[in-house]
Structure formats: C-alpha cells, structure tokens
C-alpha cells in the first residue's frame, strides 16, 4: 500500500525510532510504534514493527494480534517462530507445539527453523518435559563447528537446558561452546560457565571497604575458586 509522501515520511521516522530503541529502551519503542500504528495500520511493515514493539515489551497478546494481521497482508510465514513464543508468553506452550509441527515450518529458512527449534524446546520445558527440550534441540546445527547467527543461542539454550536436567558436566561443555562463539558477549554463558567452576567474583568497591577495615592492601577484582568440575 502506498502512501502519501508527508505521510510516509512520517511513518518511516517512527519506524526508524522503534528499530533504535527496541533493544535499549522497548517502553518508548512501543510508544513509537503505536504512532506509527494510528497513521498507517494498514501497512504490514507497521503492524510487523508495532508486533515486535509489543513483543518486547511483554504484550504478548497485541503481538500475537500485530503478527497475524501482517501475516495475513504478506502470505509470509517469517513471523511463525515468534508467533509461537508469543503462545508461550500467553501460558498456552501446547499450542507452541502445535505450532511447530504445522507446515508452515517447512517454508521458513534455516534460520527460521533455528529459532522455531528454541521455541519448541522452550514450551516442551514449560510443560516440564526437560528431557523432551534436550532432544529438541539436538541435531545437525548444534553440532556443526560452522558459527552462524544461531549458534551462541542454540548452544546456550541446550547447555541451560542440560543443566536444569542436572548434567552439569555437559552443560559446563556446552556453555564453553556458546562462549567460544560468543564473539559480541550476547549472552552471559562466561558468567554461567563461571559458576560452574566455582568462581566467585568480588565487588571492586566492597573490597576496597574492607581493605580500609583490615589495614592490608589487597587487589580487586578477587576470585575463589571451588573444584572444577570439567
């Protein structure tokens, strides 16, 4: 759908705005969004952007809303991963299963397979079925020594999901993987893979305190370590 030129410009402004500040400050990337929402609603960019707005802001419901309604303007199956993770967020994980098994799957990219993987991995663990989200997300891209865009995230939801299943030995591995991969520090498998090995890190300031009540000089930051359990 086109629109008129001032219009769209002033849609695109919003638009910019929401992509800028979704990650940092998603409140008024939502804000944003809706302007960009009354002034163009039957836009599918708009109802994308103002799905993804909601969607961090933990609207599940309006995302869920947004995503259909610019699912059914483009015929695009894109959007079905997180459409499915909105269900989650609704509390309805069987129908993130659903979801999963539909055909649509089968059309997305590789990457959109990915992360409907991590989506059914994360609903099979909201039913408590841990074991069932381990071999979810088992398969040929976890394995593959090739980094992609879903690697750190993959090996991190399959080492959080081992260790919630109590194999601390292999969820320690695969933590060092996503770490190993995690060139941009995405995630906090460093912090993860430290508690693991027992690491213990101290506060610059609070060590500085006691330094001044011990009368020793010591050097922060301190570190204790346990056993290592690799």
Known sequence: MSLPKTLA???????????????????QAYAYSRVALRLASRVAAVREAAGFAAYATQKYGEALAEFRAARRMTGNVDLWPVMADCERGLGRPE???????????????KAGQVEMRLVAAGA????????AAIVTLQGPELGSNSVQPWTVRLRYAYADALLSAGREDEAREWFAKALEADKDGATDASDRLAALDGVQFVDVDEDQDDDVSDGEPKHGPESESGNDKS
């Not at 993130?96 to 990219?109: C, I, N, R, S, Y």
């Open 9 to 27: 410009d002033d849609v695109a402004k919003n638009l910019v705005m929401v992509a800028n500040l979704i990650d940092e400050d998603p409140d």
């Open 124 to 131: 099979r663990r909201d039913m408590g079925q841990i074991d």
């Open 95 to 109: 129908r993130a299963m659903t979801m999963a098994g539909e055909p649509e799957v089968l059309k997305l990219d």
